[in-house]
């Protein structure tokens, strides 16, 4: 009989079978748990660390405005053209008495409200203006390394004694009537400026018409005249239509000019002088500056802001930057401050021109305002110049926000006032215009712009939202349930440690019959000799064979029972 012989098959492994034991569950479970721990302690280590450098973001987002804020722009103009007005007024009075008629002029101010609201005669808005310029120059305008020489030659030099009697003079008027430096100083740049600004008008699609103006006088210096545009609030309402906004009409003499005159300058920015940009940054920032308004054109301007970007404030090289709050507290404003403790410490006095930046108005006790500088020195008797300026330089950092501007001249200005200005008289009179007037229109294009914001990336809520996601994520913990969790464990841990306190004073209380609780253990030696711890020793030991004897009864009470 033949036998078939069949090809044995492996028998299968049952994986199911063989990973659902629980042996192995328990090794797969605890893998799993071991793993998505250490993925939750790497990401948590990550986040916490992101949270404590502080990270940054920036979000840029374009902006979309129906109306926009007046922008707070400063004219600035050469001093030769400003005082032009002046010079054409001198040369018609040139047969007058100039002291003579000063001192009339003068004798009719004597009170602080006639000094403040009635006109003045043009000889008093020359002199006070070389006072005030004298002043700003040698205060603010001059180089570090250059002050303690000019000032000390302006308050001893013989060159310079027509400059300093007359700051002297114009000091004690001020005195005399009660009169402020600032509202002196107001006082004279607007008597000036209302000699050459013919006009300034809003305009708008539903109203035009002019509004009463009120200057603010920002800088009048040796070289250099700057004014903004102050007036009631109307005047400043937004800009709520794309075209022409404003015009502005400065008439100057060009007769009696005997030099070339300086483009007049426009600062967006609000900047207080043309100095300002240089001394901030070295000159680094022209945003929002134009210079080329020159003398009797007809200028069309077209402004619009392209961003607004904003960071945080950091001291890191390369990034330097702080928020000031406005008014005095500005990067030229510190730099100002600067230079008043310089002065202070070279003249032992608060520079005129600085009153402002006082920060307390007891320093004027002991600093009080320079009325002259006779007593400064060459060398600050108080600190080396490296540590008052130059090293207070070093805190002063640019603002965090920056407006980054489009300023264009319009190619189709009105150039016919260029050629005029070179023509004969027929051809001015024929084309009406006038050559000695410079004219500005400003036209505010696109209301839409960038704006670009920089943020700490984590803040405490979304700190600690991103740590709730990262143990949801791994673990499906949550920070209720870790609360949770760290209670019960600390509550099994207090329970453990009571037991054990307790155990320890149980085990304290089972003492030997010789250990005294209450003191030393010394204390059960027998404090009355040997003869009768001999005694009760002896008695002792007696009771126990007697004690001993008297068990045998009870156990054998018939002894002689075999």
Same mark, same amino acid.
């Given at each position: 009989?033949?036998?078939?012989?069949?090809?044995?098959?492996?028998?299968?492994?049952?994986?199911?079978?063989?990973?659902?034991?629980?042996?192995?569950?328990?090794?797969?479970?605890?893998?799993?748990?071991?793993?998505?721990?250490?993925?939750?302690?790497?990401?948590?280590?990550?986040?916490?660390?992101?949270?404590?450098?502080?990270?940054?973001?920036?979000?840029?987002?374009?902006?979309?405005?129906?109306?926009?804020?007046?922008?707070?722009?400063?004219?600035?103009?050469?001093?030769?053209?400003?005082?032009?007005?002046?010079?054409?007024?001198?040369?018609?009075?040139?047969?007058?008495?100039?002291?003579?008629?000063?001192?009339?002029?003068?004798?009719?101010?004597?009170?602080?409200?006639?000094?403040?609201?009635?006109?003045?005669?043009?000889?008093?808005?020359?002199?006070?203006?070389?006072?005030?310029?004298?002043?700003?120059?040698?205060?603010?305008?001059?180089?570090?390394?250059?002050?303690?020489?000019?000032?000390?030659?302006?308050?001893?030099? @013989? /060159?310079?004694? =027509?400059?300093?009697? &007359?700051?002297?003079?114009?000091? !004690?008027? $001020?005195?005399?009537?009660? %009169?402020?430096?600032?509202?002196?100083?107001?006082?004279?740049?607007?008597?000036?400026?209302?000699?050459?600004?013919?006009?300034?008008?809003?305009?708008?699609?539903?109203?035009?018409?002019?509004?009463?103006?009120?200057?603010?006088?920002?800088?009048?210096?040796?070289?250099?005249?700057?004014?903004?545009?102050?007036?009631?609030?109307?005047?400043?309402?937004?800009?709520?239509?794309?075209?022409?906004?404003?015009?502005?009409?400065?008439?100057?003499?060009?007769?009696?000019?005997?030099?070339?005159?300086?483009?007049?300058?426009?600062?967006?920015?609000?900047?207080?002088?043309?100095?300002?940009?240089?001394?901030?940054?070295?000159?680094? @920032? /022209?945003?929002? =500056?134009?210079?080329? &308004?020159?003398?009797?054109?007809? !200028?069309? $301007?077209?402004?619009?802001? %392209?961003?607004?970007?904003?960071?945080?404030?950091?001291?890191?090289?390369?990034?330097?930057?702080?928020?000031?709050?406005?008014?005095?507290?500005?990067?030229?404003?510190?730099?100002?401050?600067?230079?008043?403790?310089?002065?202070?410490?070279?003249?032992?006095?608060?520079?005129?021109?600085?009153?402002?930046?006082?920060?307390?108005?007891?320093?004027?006790?002991?600093?009080?305002?320079?009325?002259?500088?006779?007593?400064?020195?060459?060398?600050?008797?108080?600190?080396?110049?490296?540590?008052?300026?130059?090293?207070?330089?070093?805190?002063?950092?640019?603002?965090?926000?920056?407006?980054?501007?489009?300023?264009?001249?319009?190619?189709?200005?009105?150039?016919?006032?260029?050629?005029?200005?070179?023509?004969?008289?027929?051809?001015?009179?024929?084309?009406?215009?006038?050559?000695?007037?410079?004219?500005?229109?400003?036209?505010?294009?696109?209301?839409?712009?960038?704006?670009?914001?920089?943020?700490?990336?984590?803040?405490?809520?979304?700190?600690?939202?991103?740590?709730?996601?990262?143990?949801?994520?791994?673990?499906?913990?949550?920070?209720?349930?870790?609360?949770?969790?760290?209670?019960?464990?600390?509550?099994?841990?207090?329970?453990?440690?009571?037991?054990?306190?307790?155990?320890?004073?149980?085990?304290?209380?089972?003492?030997?019959?010789?250990?005294?609780?209450?003191?030393?253990?010394?204390?059960?030696?027998?404090?009355?000799?040997?003869?009768?711890?001999?005694?009760?020793?002896?008695?002792?030991?007696?009771?126990?064979?007697?004690?001993?004897?008297?068990?045998?009864?009870?156990?054998?009470?018939?002894?002689?029972?075999?």
């Amino acid at each position: 009989m033949t036998t078939i012989v069949g090809v044995l098959r492996p028998e299968r492994v049952d994986w199911r079978t063989l990973f659902c034991t629980n042996r192995w569950s328990n090794y797969i479970f605890w893998f799993l748990v071991i793993l998505f721990t250490l993925l939750t302690l790497r990401d948590l280590n990550e986040a916490v660390n992101d949270y404590l450098e502080n990270e940054t973001q920036t979000n840029m987002m374009m902006v979309f405005n129906e109306s926009m804020t007046f922008p707070n722009v400063t004219f600035c103009m050469g001093k030769e053209q400003a005082m032009l007005p002046i010079q054409q007024l001198m040369q018609e009075h040139a047969k007058e008495d100039w002291d003579t008629e000063m001192n009339k002029a003068l004798n009719k101010l004597n009170s602080t409200e006639d000094f403040l609201r009635k006109t003045w005669d043009f000889r008093l808005i020359r002199e006070a203006v070389e006072v005030i310029g004298t002043l700003y120059t040698f205060e603010r305008e001059l180089m570090l390394e250059r002050i303690p020489l000019n000032l000390l030659m302006l308050g001893k030099s @013989s /060159r310079t004694i =027509v400059k300093r009697q &007359m700051v002297q003079q114009w000091l !004690s008027v $001020l005195d005399d009537r009660n %009169v402020t430096f600032n509202q002196f100083f107001q006082k004279t740049g607007y008597e000036l400026i209302k000699l050459s600004l013919q006009r300034m008008k809003r305009f708008s699609p539903f109203d035009e018409r002019d509004l009463t103006m009120y200057p603010l006088i920002k800088w009048i210096s040796s070289s250099l005249f700057c004014f903004q545009p102050a007036a009631q609030e109307e005047f400043f309402a937004p800009i709520d239509h794309q075209g022409k906004f404003l015009n502005i009409q400065i008439r100057s003499p060009i007769a009696y000019a005997q030099h070339d005159i300086d483009c007049i300058t426009v600062d967006f920015e609000g900047r207080s002088s043309d100095y300002e940009r240089f001394a901030v940054g070295k000159g680094r @920032s /022209r945003d929002g =500056v134009f210079e080329e &308004m020159c003398f009797g054109t007809d !200028s069309h $301007l077209n402004i619009e802001i %392209v961003g607004i970007y904003s960071q945080l404030a950091n001291d890191n090289e390369g990034k330097k930057c702080t928020e000031y709050e406005g008014g005095t507290d500005t990067e030229y404003g510190c730099l100002l401050k600067c230079r008043l403790n310089f002065i202070r410490h070279v003249c032992g006095c608060t520079a005129t021109t600085l009153q402002d930046y006082v920060g307390d108005e007891s320093e004027l006790t002991e600093f009080p305002l320079c009325n002259s500088y006779e007593n400064c020195t060459l060398e600050p008797t108080q600190l080396p110049v490296n540590e008052t300026e130059d090293d207070c330089k070093k805190e002063c950092y640019r603002s965090c926000t920056t407006v980054q501007w489009n300023i264009q001249k319009d190619l189709r200005s009105n150039a016919a006032q260029l050629t005029a200005m070179y023509d004969n008289e027929d051809k001015i009179e024929k084309s009406g215009t006038d050559p000695n007037v410079t004219s500005i229109n400003f036209y505010w294009k696109n209301f839409e712009y960038i704006q670009t914001e920089q943020d700490f990336e984590y803040t405490w809520s979304s700190f600690m939202g991103n740590v709730g996601g990262i143990l949801g994520c791994w673990l499906g913990l949550s920070v209720l349930g870790i609360m949770q969790g760290s209670f019960f464990i600390y509550d099994k841990c207090a329970e453990r440690r009571a037991k054990n306190e307790e155990s320890a004073e149980t085990t304290s209380m089972d003492r030997t019959v010789s250990s005294n609780p209450l003191g030393s253990s010394s204390l059960h030696f027998n404090p009355f000799g040997d003869f009768v711890d001999a005694t009760v020793t002896s008695v002792r030991k007696k009771s126990r064979e007697m004690q001993e004897k008297s068990n045998n009864v009870e156990m054998n009470p018939n002894p002689h029972a075999g």
